[in-house]
């Protein structure tokens, strides 16, 4: 443990938790985890106007969603509490009583100012180097404001005195707060403070460039929850938005994400945010995820779809055999229903191709006689009926997969043919292929 390594995620409840501040929030945790030092989670919840308890506790639901335990914050308590802004009057008080009598304050028409001094200040940025901002210029550059009229206390102000007060020793944020920094800076120097160090990791952009807003896919935290995703394949993909292990392997596992983390290793340039790529990791994630465990993290989807399951043991073999298609969990139901129905819903494209002509009725009606007299109901076994029956009918093999495929399912897709007849098994087999003249009537021949 190090206890000199101090960091903080630090959200605004206005509303849900974004990607990039997931991110945020992972490069802090990472950090901490990685020096054995200590992740600090505060609320910045002084806009009264937007702050809701609801907001926070979306955002807390997402850090814990995505993994990330905090060492000290809400709900956990710590030393250099409040750990919400709202309840941190007396602490802004003193400090700001401390820059008033040192002069570094005046008041400008109810609100108060802090006087610049009117220098360059260098941001020495773990991530985005050293970069001098010249602040001499009163007009591209205005005395910031501390504290408004009504009383209420400016971001800038806040921040750092929270920071002051929380012992940060790294300051882990979006590069859009780089530009703040220099106002931190002298904020840090009036007081007479040993300024934190400054790590502004890259945003995170759609994939032509523009910034990410609420309405684009992926952009919150939330959906991903409601969206089937895998935790761990989420926070995966974004710990590689901006930072990489150097050795070009994708898909890790967290404690070798946090061993391998450094922010010196961290680029420069944006991230750009990709929701197929997201998907491709949960895909991965999906595969490794035991059956026992997949079962369990399907059944809220499947349930709230209103499929019927007897037990839940009767899911392991269907999900055995669709989990090589489905790319979240909320996908599963749609791929699984008709294992638990016989009130399935015909793709009426997928009808039209498989039953285009009448013989595929005719070659259906043959297959089911034959698959009737099989002695043993496996895939192999009716495999080979099949290709015995195309061979009788002078036809392909292929001419009686998806009519088969169809008839069963009600779609032209899904898992692999005779696995999939496998499971259903003998009798609901057959009797939806004896059934599939009901599909006739669909059909204009």
Same mark, same amino acid.
């Given at each position: 443990m190090n206890p000199e390594i101090r960091v903080r995620f630090a959200p605004s409840p206005t509303g849900y938790l974004h990607v990039g501040g997931g991110r945020t929030?992972?490069?802090?945790?990472?950090?901490?985890?990685?020096?054995?030092?200590?992740?600090?989670?505060?609320?910045?919840?002084?806009?009264?106007?937007?702050?809701?308890?609801?907001?926070?506790?979306?955002?807390?639901?997402?850090l814990r969603w995505l993994g990330l335990d905090w060492d000290e914050g809400p709900e956990v308590g710590g030393e250099y509490g409040p750990y919400f802004q709202s309840e941190r009057e007396a602490i802004y008080e003193r400090y700001f009583q401390k820059l008033l009598a040192a002069g570094?304050?005046?008041?400008?028409?109810?609100?108060?100012?802090?006087?610049?001094?009117?220098?360059?200040?260098?941001?020495?940025?773990?991530v985005c180097g050293s970069i001098a901002f010249d602040l001499s210029n009163p007009e591209t550059h205005p005395d910031m404001t501390i504290r408004r009229?009504?009383?209420?206390?400016?971001?800038?102000?806040?921040?750092?005195?929270?920071?002051?007060?929380?012992?940060?020793?790294?300051?882990?944020?979006?590069?859009?707060?780089?530009?703040?920094t220099p106002k931190h800076l002298e904020l840090f120097k009036a007081l007479d403070v040993q300024p934190p160090a400054y790590a502004h990791i890259p945003l995170i952009l759609n994939k032509d460039g523009s910034k990410m807003s609420k309405r684009d896919a992926g952009a919150s935290i939330a959906g991903y929850v409601?969206?089937?995703?895998?935790p761990g394949a989420v926070r995966n993909y974004l710990s590689l938005l901006g930072w990489s292990p150097k050795d070009n392997r994708e898909v890790l596992e967290l404690d070798e994400t946090v061993r391998l983390f450094d922010l010196a290793k961290v680029n420069r340039k944006n991230a750009h945010f990709d929701i197929e790529k997201c998907l491709w990791f949960n895909?991965?994630?999906?595969?490794?995820?035991?059956?026992?465990?997949?079962?369990?993290?399907?059944?809220?989807?499947?349930?709230?779809?209103?499929?019927?399951?007897?037990?839940?043991?009767?899911?392991?073999?269907?999900?055995?055999?669709?989990?090589e298609k489905v790319k979240t %969990?909320?996908? *599963?139901?749609?791929? &699984?229903?008709?294992?638990?129905? #016989?009130?399935?819903?015909?793709?009426?494209? $997928?009808?039209?191709?498989?039953?285009?002509?009448?013989?595929a009725f005719d070659r259906l009606a043959a297959l089911t006689l034959a698959w009737g007299a099989v002695e043993s109901w496996d895939a192999a076994a009716?495999?080979?009926? %099949?290709?015995? *029956?195309?061979?009788? &009918?002078?036809?392909?093999?292929? #001419?009686?997969?998806?009519?088969?495929?169809? $008839?069963v399912s009600g779609r032209g897709s899904g898992p692999n043919l005779f696995p999939m007849l496998e499971v259903l098994g003998r009798e609901r087999t057959l009797s939806r292929l004896r059934h599939a003249h009901a599909i006739h009537a669909q059909v204009t021949l």
């Open positions: 929030a992972l490069f802090n945790w990472l950090f901490a985890r990685h020096a054995g030092g200590k992740f600090v989670l505060r609320i910045e919840d002084t806009d009264k106007a937007r702050n809701t308890p609801e907001a926070v506790a979306v955002i807390l639901d997402g570094c304050l005046y008041e400008d028409n109810g609100a108060w100012r802090f006087r610049s001094k009117r220098e360059v200040v260098t941001v020495h940025d773990i009229p009504d009383g209420s206390w400016i971001f800038h102000f806040v921040n750092v005195v929270d920071d002051i007060e929380m012992k940060i020793s790294h300051v882990i944020r979006g590069e859009d707060h780089l530009s703040n409601e969206g089937g995703f895998l895909t991965q994630y999906l595969q490794k995820t035991s059956l026992a465990e997949l079962r369990a993290l399907s059944l809220p989807f499947i349930e709230k779809a209103g499929i019927v399951v007897e037990t839940p043991a009767a899911l392991d073999p269907v999900l055995a055999l669709v989990r %969990l909320a996908e *599963v139901p749609s791929w &699984l229903s008709y294992f638990f129905t #016989e009130e399935y819903p015909f793709d009426p494209q $997928a009808v039209t191709k498989a039953f285009s002509t009448p013989a009716l495999e080979g009926s %099949l290709k015995q *029956v195309a061979a009788d &009918l002078n036809s392909k093999p292929n #001419e009686l997969l998806l009519p088969t495929r169809v $008839a």
